[in-house]
């Protein structure tokens, strides 16, 4: 096995130790988890690595620190001992992430760790609430919000871009002229996890299911027209979709929100979800 600093690259002999962390917090682990339940724990299949600190004695089965390496870095678990360890693997290589993100304290604590080499970051949002609900909306769904049509990804792509846009501050399109943002998008359709309200052949609303475990579904990428919002659309909307989870899929449904989207939280308030936890987000 790989070592470094006490930490190591974890595969499917440890799928069990993980699930156990992950199960300490689904809703908060819920975008590893997804993964691993479909992946293991195989680097080539998880499209990414689980880093590993174990308690002693070592090989005892149970982590004491556990973070995800891919296309995001993901602090799961672990003291400030272990995200030093997990900063100084992350240092060892290029940087491959374009976010770091997860529960705040274990994202700003590896940030802190990471700073120095990989800062300044283009924007660091500390504060950010994470919700959830496990019953049904406590306001009425949009009927007209439904599942979108692998036909229909021309007409819904533009609005997945202008979300993302406003969102992360980046146009997805830039890098590749927009093809693999394309392929994500029209993946999450052809699974049945993208959803909107069209309107005339153009979307008004829409929202996206990004993570999906056997207990919890995490909404992300919900936006509204710019000149339809102030009308409701977006509360009954993502009420439509947490329904779609909790009653359609039997799962808890959760998202994250800016903290400082005084809207978007009173909206969420109103459709039922609760505040779990916190998470941060780091963006290069």
């Known amino acids: 096995m790989l070592r470094l600093a006490g930490a190591r690259v974890l595969d499917d002999r440890d799928v069990s130790a993980v699930r156990a962390v992950l199960d300490e917090d689904p809703i908060a682990s819920c975008m590893v988890a997804a993964r691993v339940e479909i992946a293991g724990a195989d680097p080539w299949r998880l499209g990414g690595e689980l880093w590993g600190l174990e308690g002693r004695p070592a090989r005892s089965g149970r982590l004491t620190g556990l973070c995800f390496s891919g296309p995001n870095l993901i602090p799961l678990a672990g ?29 700003m604590g590896l940030w802190q760790e990471l700073e120095p080499v990989w800062g300044p970051a283009r924007e660091v949002r500390p504060h950010q609430p994470l919700l959830a609900m496990g019953g049904s909306p406590t306001i009425a769904p949009d009927p007209l919000v439904r599942p979108v049509r692998p036909d229909e990804l021309d007409q819904y792509l533009p609005a997945a871009v202008a979300m993302f846009t406003e ?21 999450l359709i052809a699974g049945g996890r993208a959803f909107a309200r069209f309107e005339r052949g153009e979307v008004v609303y829409k929202a996206e299911i990004g993570a999906l475990s056997a207990k919890v579904g995490q909404i992300q990428g919900v936006w509204v027209r710019p000149d339809r919002r102030g009308q409701g659309l977006g509360a009954t909307g993502t009420a439509a979709v947490a329904d779609r989870l909790v009653r359609g899929l039997g799962r808890t449904a959760s ?5 400082f989207n005084a809207p978007a939280r009173a909206a969420y308030r109103r459709i039922g979800f609760s505040e779990v936890g916190r998470y941060a987000t780091v963006l290069f």
Do not use: I, K, Q, T
Not at 87 to 95: F, V
């Open 79 to 107: 003291n400030r001992a272990a995200l030093r360890h997990f900063a100084d693997r992350a240092l060892r290589r290029h940087r491959m992430c374009s976010s770091l993100v997860g529960p705040a304290d274990l994202v």
């Open 167 to 187: 969102e992360v501050g980046v146009d997805p399109c830039l890098e590749d002229g927009g093809a693999g943002y394309r392929a994500r998008v029209a993946e």
């Open 255 to 259: 998202l994250y929100v800016n903290g």
